[in-house]
């Protein structure tokens, strides 16, 4: 049987290069993260959405 880790709380905003990949892990209010794999070009595309609302 796996041991059980405790929840210590879900961390910060977390984006890492996994192979081919990125993976970003977004915190949630209620708990628990959002995990999105997304390709580099999928990522250039957010972050000029982002960009975008920001101004």
């Known amino acids: 049987m796996a041991a059980m880790k405790p929840r210590t709380g879900d961390g910060p905003l977390e ?12 915190p949630l209010e209620g708990g628990g993260r959002l995990v ?10 957010l972050n000029k ?7």
Do not use: H, K, S
């Not at 999105?36 to 595309?45: C, I, R």
């Open 36 to 45: 999105v794999e997304m390709t580099p070009e999928e990522a250039a595309t």
């Open 15 to 26: 984006v890492t290069q996994e192979g081919r990949g990125i993976i970003m892990r977004v």
């Open 49 to 55: 959405e982002l960009q975008g609302a920001l101004e």
